[in-house]
């Protein structure tokens, strides 16, 4: 059950500088000082939201939920919310400025630390709603053996379709420079995942790290590139040829994937010629390849046309050779 997050501050907030408490609850973002505290948590669906026994009073069923983007708890067992000041006004009974008094005396965590740990939840939140947009990511889980949709959404698992992210970071508050230091971003600002599976890392109900299962699909030509994507297979890039130009093949190796050559089988073997060279020159790269076998005399434009359909192509995929 979803956490309702409302709450007034007690009236002798109005005492204090409204900007002094802000400033701390910044500096003890709650999710960290609970963790902190040894409370065990598991995410509890979208919007950084985590769920736990409540640390305020005995339950055997977990009731006591964070959200992490909005700094706030709430206990549906016993009622009680607020934010970080509240929470320790409760847990250690305390008044509201014994309570602002209490945390001004703890070391609080590192600015980096909590900024990465921040923006990590809130792109492992942002690729979980992407999952389910995406059909291909779908497939994929599906052909490597992972359906079972609990599953997918206790591990978190997501998709990064590229090219929104850095949009909706700096929508959020994020800086640019917080982006590319926690490695989410390149130095031109595109993503880092891109048309990935993403499995977030949890370390304490805390993600530390991001993994993506990246692979790519090479076609030589545009009419290629357009039959494969209106068949639903959007992890896709076209090289306009057999040659790829040094940008084109930088790009290819900027991060760990597995690439799937499909290059045109014509009469004079000059496709297939051309993706065993690339192939080897990619994995003198680290850079995995596969190399998808089609029918005699064909390109990925002549299979959809003459009645090859994303099922038959499937197969194409899953048989291709290193």
Excluded at 146 to 163: N, Q, T
Excluded at 288 to 304: C, E, I, K, Q
């Amino acid at each position: 059950m979803p956490a309702s997050f409302s709450y007034a501050q007690p009236s002798e907030a109005n005492s204090i500088v409204g900007g002094d408490v802000e400033q701390l609850k910044q500096r003890w973002p709650l999710l960290y000082y609970l963790q902190q505290q040894n409370w065990a948590a598991r995410p509890a669906g979208y919007d950084s939201e985590f769920v736990g026994l409540c640390p305020l009073h005995q339950e055997t069923r977990p009731s006591f939920y964070v959200n992490a983007r909005k700094n706030l708890f709430y206990c549906h067992g016993c009622g009680q919310g607020g934010d970080l000041i509240r929470f320790v006004e409760l847990s250690r009974h305390l008044s509201f400025r014994q309570s602002l008094a209490y945390l001004e005396q703890q070391s609080a965590p590192p600015v980096d630390s909590v900024d990465s740990a921040t923006v990590l939840n809130e792109v492992a939140a942002f690729y979980q709603e992407q999952l389910d947009r995406y059909p291909e990511a779908l497939r994929y889980l599906e052909r490597r053996g992972v359906h079972d949709p609990a599953l997918i959404k206790e591990l978190r698992i997501g998709y990064a379709p590229g090219g929104c992210l850095r949009r909706h970071l700096t929508a959020q508050g994020f800086s640019f420079d917080l982006l590319r230091r926690v490695g989410l971003v390149n130095s031109q600002g595109r993503d880092t995942f891109y048309g990935r599976v993403v499995f977030p890392c949890s370390h304490g109900g805390r993600i530390v790290n991001l993994y993506g299962r990246p692979e790519v699909i090479l076609v030589e030509g545009l009419f290629d590139y357009a039959v494969l994507w209106q068949a639903g297979f959007h992890h896709l890039t076209c090289s306009l040829g057999t040659h790829l130009n040094a940008c084109q093949f930088r790009q290819l190796c900027d991060n760990k994937r597995t690439v799937y050559l499909t290059f045109d089988v014509d009469a004079n073997g000059s496709g297939q010629q051309a993706s065993q060279q690339l192939a080897y020159r990619l994995r003198a790269r680290g850079i995995a390849t596969r190399r998808v076998l089609l029918p005699p005399g064909h390109d990925p434009n002549h299979f959809f046309v003459q009645s090859g359909d994303a099922r038959q192509f499937q197969s194409l995929l899953e048989a291709a050779q290193p």
